[in-house]
């Protein structure tokens, strides 16, 4: 190492920089994935925007029954859906491995819950749409069944996602805490 004032220290040339400048992969690894569960809860949220937008403008009677539908019994248990969203933000700058874990539990619980129930709760009036081609409720002039099975398809695949990147991520910071603690 060189000092300010004097010559530089023997044994070394100033290319003994590169061991320096990696990067654990734990810490790469970290960071890529905070990124992607970032964009998958933006898409939550704005999933969770649409929902109550309908909701509001049914319950408001903003617009009429014929142009908005009245929400399925399972919408109402999906809006505690952004909770799970909130732990994840709060996890990220310290890396709080509980905070993940309540996201990951609260993710099961208020998303993916009243996603099977709402499937379950729609497959009779998807049915008679399949087979008889008779929908009684309308959003925008679409089948209410066929536009919330659609929120229900995206909804799944982003939680599921959600859930994967944040075991990963659980996994990653719990590796890192492990090997702290061996030093």
């Given at each position: 190492m060189a000092s300010r004032a004097g010559p530089r220290a023997t044994g070394t040339d100033g290319s003994d920089f590169r061991h320096r400048e990696r990067v654990a992969q734990h810490f790469q690894m970290s960071v890529s994935l905070k990124s992607e569960i970032k964009k998958l809860i933006y898409m939550q949220v704005a999933?969770?925007?649409l929902v109550a937008?309908?909701?509001?403008?049914?319950?408001f009677k903003l617009l009429s029954h014929d142009q908005v539908a009245m929400p399925y019994q399972w919408e109402y248990?999906?809006?505690?859906?952004?909770?799970p969203s909130l732990?994840?933000?709060?996890?990220?700058?310290?890396?709080?491995?509980?905070?993940?874990?309540?996201s990951?539990?609260?993710?099961?619980?208020?998303?993916?819950?009243?996603?099977?129930y709402g499937s379950m709760e729609m497959?009779?009036?998807?049915?008679?749409?399949?087979?008889h081609g008779k929908a009684y409720r309308f959003i925008f002039g679409f089948s209410a069944v066929s536009v919330m099975y659609l929120l229900i398809v995206v909804a799944v695949q982003v939680?599921?996602?959600?859930?994967?990147?944040?075991k990963k991520l659980l996994d990653s910071w719990f590796t890192s805490t492990q090997e702290k603690k061996k030093k």
């Open positions: 999933l969770w925007l937008a309908q909701m509001c403008v049914a319950h248990p999906y809006l505690l859906s952004i909770i732990f994840g933000f709060l996890s990220f700058p310290r890396n709080n491995i509980s905070y993940l874990v309540i990951m539990i609260s993710t099961g619980l208020f998303s993916v819950a009243p996603l099977i497959f009779p009036m998807a049915q008679q749409l399949y087979r939680h599921g996602w959600q859930l994967y990147y944040s």
